[in-house]
């Protein structure tokens, strides 16, 4: 029963990222034309060394739409995608923290490299117009103050994370030669 309801949890939130993603390429003319060029294409994303206490994270398989949008194909992976992207995931908590602080993870691509480099665009310079979207919705001034504020609280995680990652940083340092592991005076 645990693990039906891990795989509905799943491929919901696969199916809002795809949305979501969508929602941001649909946005951005020059990478509708970018993917349209790729329509039919499959992409697998893979999680590498996924750690065994959490549920299994299943491989995603997208393909690129005639319309320059992706889909997912569900249960249908391809044996042999067009390109795969296989991330680090054996610690997902540090991932996490790293992309609070503006960090990517360790990834490794194989496949058509045209396909990779046009994907890799993708991520280096699209980013969701949060404000716009609320602008929608609330109007100009409201959502410009809720993106001020979204903004602020961001800077002040990143910061945190920064601040953390010094402070871990400076106590493996204290942890080395010559450490008698006395407290510090």
């Keep these: 029963m645990l693990h039906s309801l891990q795989a509905l949890a799943s491929a919901a939130v696969i199916e809002r990222a795809i949305l979501l993603a969508n929602h941001v390429i649909a946005g951005e003319p020059v990478a509708l034309q970018r993917l349209q060029t790729h329509a039919g294409r499959c992409l697998l994303l893979t999680l590498e060394g996924w750690p065994r206490l959490l549920p299994a994270m299943p491989p995603l398989a997208i393909r690129v739409t005639p319309a320059g949008l992706l889909e997912n194909c569900g249960e249908a992976v391809p044996e042999a995608p067009d390109l795969r992207v296989s991330v680090d995931a054996s610690n997902p908590a540090l991932a996490f923290v790293q992309a609070l602080a503006g960090d990517k993870p360790r990834i490794e691509v194989a496949g058509d490299a045209q396909f990779a480099a046009d994907v890799n665009w993708l991520f ?18 409201p959502a410009r103050e ?3 504020f979204g903004g602020s609280v961001a800077a002040a995680l990143r910061e945190a994370v920064r601040g953390i990652g010094s402070l871990a940083s400076r106590l493996r340092g204290a942890g080395g030669a010559g450490d008698n592991g006395a407290p510090p005076r």
């Design 124 to 141: 280096d310079n699209l980013r969701w117009d949060l404000e716009d979207d609320l602008a929608r919705l609330v109007g100009d001034a």
């Design 146 to 148: 809720l993106a001020k």
